[in-house]
Structures are given as structure tokens and as C-alpha cells.
T-cell receptor, first 117, second 112 residues
Framework: KAGVTQTPRYLIKTRGQQVTLSCSPI?????VSWYQQTPGQGLQFLFE???????NKGNFPGRFSGRQFSNSRSEMNVSTLELGDSALYLC????????????????FGNGTRLTVT | QKEVEQNSGPLSVPEGAIASLNCTYS??????FFWYRQYSGKSPELIMF????GDKEDGRFTAQLNKASQYVSLLIRDSQPSDSATYLC????????????FGGGTRVLVKP
């Protein structure tokens, strides 16, 4: 079974631009989450989508947004890029979408490394 | 106080020895606990998870959970140089869906 696929792997953008990252979850997984990883802040939760609905959001500005399609694929968008947005963006999928699921691990993709200059 | 805390290391371990990694968490609503391994420049890879008090073994890895003490640990037996990586502890809180809160990670160095 194919793992979580993220595209592109690398991106270089300039300040003020916007960027869209894509994620295809493991087949059958309906929950998709996005995380930002930086050396200073570590891994931080951005948002989670399940059945095309955002059901959880982290503490990030509104410049960060996302969506999920009917086939569970997800995209995240960052508008008006800032230097501090340079990070590894990770997508993770999970089989169980139940809010009370406690035994449903997240499986991460290879990530998109975004550099803002 | 951070929600999930880990010693950043590096934890230096001789090859063949046991590496012991610790993680504490502050939210008593925490329900399940995950250990991920992350090699430099790579994405996190799930090692194992635990949600009941006690020990859970998977190959050379053992996770230990003590909810009363809000403490979870990971033991790596017969450590190999290929185990050299950063180990991330992550916590899932009841009714928070699939949101994971991560610790800062412990860097492990296994020396031949």
C-alpha cells in the first residue's frame, strides 16, 4: 500500500508570494492533518480535515488555510509568505476519524521543504 | 510549562546497550501516546503507540506508560548505530480528533 504522498518535495518562494502544498493520504484514510516543523518550534499542529471538513485548527494566523477533497486528498495554502514560514511542512493521514479514537496512529508523508527568501 | 516535555539530549549510548527515553505530559486528558523516530532531513516514522498503563513491547522497543505520574518512556534494547536519530514523543488528547502534540524530541547517538 502506498504511503502518504506530498508534492512538491522542495519549494523556494519569495516574501509576499503564496504557495499551495498537496497531500494524498494512504488509501482508505479519511483524516488528514498538517504540521509545521522548524528547528526552533519543533512540530506544530496546523489543522486536521475529515470528510472535507476542518475539525481542528492550531494556533496559526489566517494566512494558513487548507481544504480536503471528496477523495480525501488535501491541500494547504499559505498566503503572503513571510521569512518565518520557512519550514518542513508535513502531512499525516489516519484511518480512524472518530473524535474519540485513541488507537489510530498518524502516518507522515516525506514533507515539503519550503524556503522563503 | 510545555505540554509535552522531553530531554533534548544528545543521549549517547554504546552499541548493544539499552537506550532509555523519557517523556512527561501535562494534560490529564491525554489518551494515547506515540513514539516517532526521525532521521535528519527525513519525516517522522511511527515506532509504536500505547494507551494503557504498563508496558508494550514491539521487537527491540518497549513503551511504558504511567498515567498517574503523567509519564511515558521508550526503551531501545540492543541499540544499533542505525538507531541514531531524534525520537519524538506525541500525545493525543481525548476528543481532540487526530491532533497530536509533540515534545521537542530526544537526539540519540549510538556509538559503535
Amino acid at each position: 500500500k502506498a504511503g502518504v504522498t506530498q508534492t512538491p518535495r522542495y519549494l523556494i518562494k519569495t516574501r509576499g508570494q503564496q504557495v499551495t502544498l498537496s497531500c494524498s493520504p494512504i488509501s482508505g484514510h479519511r483524516s488528514v492533518s498538517w504540521y509545521q516543523q522548524t528547528p526552533g518550534q519543533g512540530l506544530q499542529f496546523l489543522f486536521e480535515y475529515f470528510s472535507e471538513t476542518q475539525r481542528n485548527k492550531g494556533n496559526f494566523p489566517g494566512r494558513f488555510s487548507g481544504r480536503q477533497f471528496s477523495n480525501s486528498r488535501s491541500e494547504m495554502n499559505v498566503s503572503t509568505l513571510e521569512l518565518g514560514d520557512s519550514a518542513l511542512y508535513l502531512c499525516a493521514s489516519s484511518l480512524n476519524g472518530d473524535r474519540s479514537s485513541y488507537n489510530s496512529p498518524l502516518h507522515f508523508g516525506n514533507g515539503t521543504r519550503l524556503t522563503v527568501t | 510549562q510545555k505540554e509535552v516535555e522531553q530531554n533534548s539530549g544528545p543521549l549517547s549510548v554504546p552499541e548493544g546497550a539499552i537506550a532509555s527515553l523519557n517523556c512527561t505530559y501535562s494534560d490529564r486528558g491525554s489518551q494515547s501516546f506515540f513514539w516517532y523516530r526521525q532521521y535528519s532531513g527525513k519525516s517522522p516514522e511511527l515506532i509504536m503507540f500505547i494507551y494503557s498503563n504498563g508496558d508494550k513491547e514491539d521487537g527491540r522497543f518497549t513503551a511504558q506508560l504511567n498515567k498517574a505520574s503523567q509519564y511515558v518512556s521508550l526503551l531501545i534494547r540492543d541499540s544499533q548505530p542505525s538507531d541514531s536519530a531524534t525520537y519524538l514523543c506525541a500525545v493525543k488528547v481525548l476528543a481532540a480528533g487526530n491532533k497530536l502534540t509533540f515534545g521537542g524530541g530526544t537526539r540519540v547517538l549510538v556509538k559503535p
